[in-house]
């Protein structure tokens, strides 16, 4: 079992900047991935950007250019800087955790945090 905390979400303007970090504790795989994603009201969750324990990232069209993740492997955080928001960026984040990116969005087989809100006003 794997807990996850998620925290820097809030409310911005649009064009702002925030950053999300997400310390995990418990069974961590050595090699594993982790990852955030978003949901908003009505639409499907979307896996917003990843990194593996080697290091590889991996980003939706979406927020390519404008997000950027990392990781502290020594205090088994990962980051999200979110820059040039815009309002269709609002939804709750959470950050994930699983063996491989393709299991992130599948709940028996990842650990998911409670979720952070980030609104971003026009």
């Known amino acids: 079992q794997v807990q996850l905390v998620e925290s820097g979400g809030g409310l911005v303007q649009a064009g702002g900047s925030l950053r999300l970090s997400c310390a995990a504790s418990g069974s961590i795989f050595s090699i594993n991935a982790m990852g955030w994603f978003r949901q908003a009201p009505g639409n499907q969750r979307e896996l917003v950007a990843h990194i593996t324990s080697g290091g590889s990232t991996n980003y939706a069209d979406s927020v390519k250019g404008r997000f950027t993740i990392s990781r502290d492997s020594a205090k088994n955080t990962v980051y999200l800087q979110m820059n040039s928001l815009k309002p269709e960026d609002t939804a709750v984040y959470y950050c994930?955790?699983?063996?491989?990116?393709?299991?992130?969005?599948?709940?028996?087989?990842?650990?998911w945090g409670q979720g952070t809100q980030v609104t971003v006003s026009s």
């Open positions: 994930a955790h699983a063996r491989a990116p393709n299991l992130l969005l599948l709940r028996p087989f990842a650990s």
